[in-house]
């Protein structure tokens, strides 16, 4: 063992010189193991950055939530709904009050609008103005059924519902721009030509996809049919109703969602030989959908880092084999004074194996050094480097060493020591 260790270790200096020798040959044999090693950390660490962000905004909003909305869920823009889709009808209130009364494992039901595509109601309190924020119509169990809970102030309560009330509640990001220095409750805000007084301000909770979840003004649901006609007659493009649910413990879930359905589809009258004609949306089908997405790119980027390594690979066995025709004599003379095959072997082996591994430390290092330039220069793309793909790296860039740089170590080891003592 210690005859082995010693030359391990003389085989390691040997090839540390040979590097150093030929800097420039090593640096570009070793290329194509950085790109592909560089490629597969920096891919990994951004997708699993983004998965872990977007789980946890997922999360955030109730990882019991359930969903029915008037149109299949879908991530990104994705072109024209599918014609059945389209010829759906919304949701309603009465909807919502059938599943409040029909299901007993509901904890909470939450019948909600939207204006998201709002370019003409900006909020102003004397000279500040913050610029087109979303506004949405909902009622006291938005808050549970959601997981938002104000921070300061205080939530609507039925009598702000049934007599629709001019008031509003705000996200962290309009506090900061329109009430920087000063309590915003019980103060106006001007919506368009309407004023609404500040009840509360809800819990901060960041950005989910480049996308501000703080720039949201809540005003109750009458209130926002009493405002916004257009949105509760089908006068938008989206839904004009979704209905956020929550049980009252995780594994009522399954029972929600069936007893929930089997109301909707007897309202809707939709025959039991027909798929259903509304969406549901849950955190666990959201993640399942995304991840479906970013496993796609994994794999095409994963495929490039392939075609790279493979590149490299083949790099190292052309240096290599350059190498042992520069050292047929030397290898003649070690031949000549004992040394045995298997010798040979593994000195041109730990040779391969050491470019490879300088290159993948370096692709290491440039992997893990772009997915934090990246994570701070673009905030909406979170990048995360697990352990375990350094780890991968290394030991995908030793193996690619040992696969290319056995065939040319296998060759020097059968010269014959008295031809290659004549080799010039």
Known sequence: MGSLRRGFGENVRFALLAVRAHKLRAGLTILGIVVGVATVIAMVSIVTGFNNNMVR???????????????????????????????RHDLTLEDAAALRAGVPEMRAVSPQRYLWDNTEFHAK????????????????????ATNRFVAQGRFFT??????????????????????????????????????YVVIGVLEKKGKMFGESNDNILLIP???????????????SNGDALRIATIPHRPDQVPAL????????????????????????VT????????????????????????????????????????????????????????????DIVLQFLTEATTLSLLGGAIGVGVGIAVPAIVKRVFEALPAETPLWAIFVGLIVSVSIGIF?????????????PIEALRYE
């Not at 309190?125 to 549970?144: K, N, Q, T, W």
């Not at 649901?221 to 006068?235: E, L, Q, S």
């Open 404 to 416: 290319f740089g056995l065939y040319p170590a296998v060759k020097a080891s059968r010269l014959d």
């Open 57 to 87: 905004n997922f999360q955030s909003f109730g990882a019991t939530l359930v969903m029915f909305q008037k149109y299949e869920p879908r991530f990104g823009p994705g072109g024209p709904r599918p014609e059945g889709e389209l010829r």
């Open 257 to 280: 969602i069936q007893k929930a359905t089997a109301i909707l589809r007897t309202r809707r009258h939709v025959p039991f030989n027909k798929p259903d004609d509304f969406g549901i």
């Open 158 to 195: 039925d009598t702000d519902i049934d007599h629709p009330s001019d008031v509003v509640v705000i996200g962290e990001e309009i506090r900061e721009r329109l009430f920087p220095r000063e309590d915003p409750i019980n103060k106006t805000i001007q919506l368009g030509h309407d004023n």
């Open 283 to 342: 955190p666990d089908k959201m993640i399942e959908s995304f991840q479906g997405i970013t496993s796609g790119i994994t794999l095409a980027m994963v495929f490039i880092a392939f075609i790279s390594l493979v590149i490299g690979g083949v790099g190292v066995m052309n240096i290599m084999l350059v190498s042992v025709t520069e050292r047929t004599r030397e290898i003649g003379v070690r031949k000549a004074v004992g040394a045995f095959r298997r």
């Open 221 to 235: 649901i009458t209130t926002f049919d009493r405002r916004f006609p257009w949105i509760k007659t089908g006068g």
């Open 125 to 144: 309190h004397r000279d500040a103005e913050l610029r087109s924020p979303r506004i949405f119509g909902v009622v006291p169990d938005y808050s549970i």
